[in-house]
């Protein structure tokens, strides 16, 4: 087999799309007094996450079934907590069985920790504390930052990947497979973060997705990379919070192709060095 089969074979063992979905509304987005007595990880969806979740579970049955023709498959990714299993449950309404791949419990995509029962006052002020600290790097007592969150983000993207390179998730080599993450808000932005590469600055800058909102990642034509601008609009991820330069990495994947894509894999270098020279030749001193 030469460099090329041996590409296309890597490209073909690729999901075609991930999809992030946040949970339900819970009993804790409708009365945050909820988790003073009940575990973070118990708090339940509301009817009307249940009714979010149903209407999310036929949004990507049709995206699907609508791009993919009769090829389409799913695999599903669920965190440990109450609200998303139980958004896992009900978006599962949509989806015959013969059409899911597998469905696996990922305790690293839970909930970020913070702490245990949480009192009400006390957490307004700790989240207080928060805004002036920076999201990114405050640590909740007795729980965790958004760069703890990153870190155990980071191991479950290496486990990711390791069972795409073993064919661990794939049973039909014809089959168009897309997996689907049900997570929580901060998390599915520090993935983001991680698998994008975005800095903490550029995170900072991020809103939470609404309950069962679906953002759509899709492999662009390189054959290596995703973008969500096949997907969203330019003004929905500008409403995510993306700044233009994001956005414009984001169309650019839409469109790139392999011989491209280290060039414009530099493009965050603004972000770190001023006033860089094109070449060694500028920095020569004129004589």
Not at 8 to 30: A, D, F, Y
Not at 131 to 151: C, I
Not at 205 to 222: A, H, W
Not at 224 to 244: I, N
């Amino acid at each position: 087999m030469n460099r090329e089969e041996r590409s296309h074979v890597h490209r073909r063992c690729l999901p075609k799309r991930i999809i992030l979905v946040r949970h339900g509304e819970s009993q804790g987005n409708l009365d945050t007094a909820a988790y003073s007595t009940t575990p973070d990880h118990k708090v339940p969806l509301t009817p009307q996450g249940a009714e979010q979740a149903r209407a999310a579970g036929e949004c990507i049955r049709q995206l699907l079934s609508s791009e993919d023709g009769e090829n389409w498959k799913v695999y599903f990714y669920v965190s440990p907590y109450e609200r998303t299993r139980a958004t896992l449950r009900e978006l599962g309404r949509a989806f015959p069985r013969n059409r899911i791949v597998g469905v696996r419990e990922e305790c690293r995509i839970r909930e970020q920790d913070f702490g245990n029962f949480q009192v009400e006052e006390r957490m307004k002020a700790i989240k207080e504390a928060r805004e002036r600290f920076g999201r990114f790097f405050f640590r909740f007592p007795e729980g965790e930052s958004a760069a703890d969150v990153f870190d155990r983000v980071a191991s479950f993207m290496e486990s990711l990947w390791r069972d795409i390179d073993m064919g661990r998730l794939e049973q039909d080599e014809k089959a168009e497979v897309s997996f689907v993450i049900v997570s929580h808000g901060l998390t599915s932005r520090v993935f983001l973060m991680k698998w994008f590469k975005w800095t903490v600055e550029q995170f900072e800058l991020l809103n939470n997705p609404e309950n069962c909102d679906i953002r759509v990642m899709q492999l662009g034509p390189s054959g290596r990379d995703y973008t969500f601008a096949l997907h969203h609009s330019e003004e929905e991820l500008r409403q995510w919070g993306l700044s233009p330069e994001m956005i414009a990495d984001q169309q650019w994947r839409a469109t790139a192709n392999r011989g491209s894509w280290h060039e414009n894999d530099l493009w965050h270098l603004g972000n770190f060095f001023e006033h860089l020279k094109d070449s060694d030749d500028e920095q020569k001193p004129t004589e």
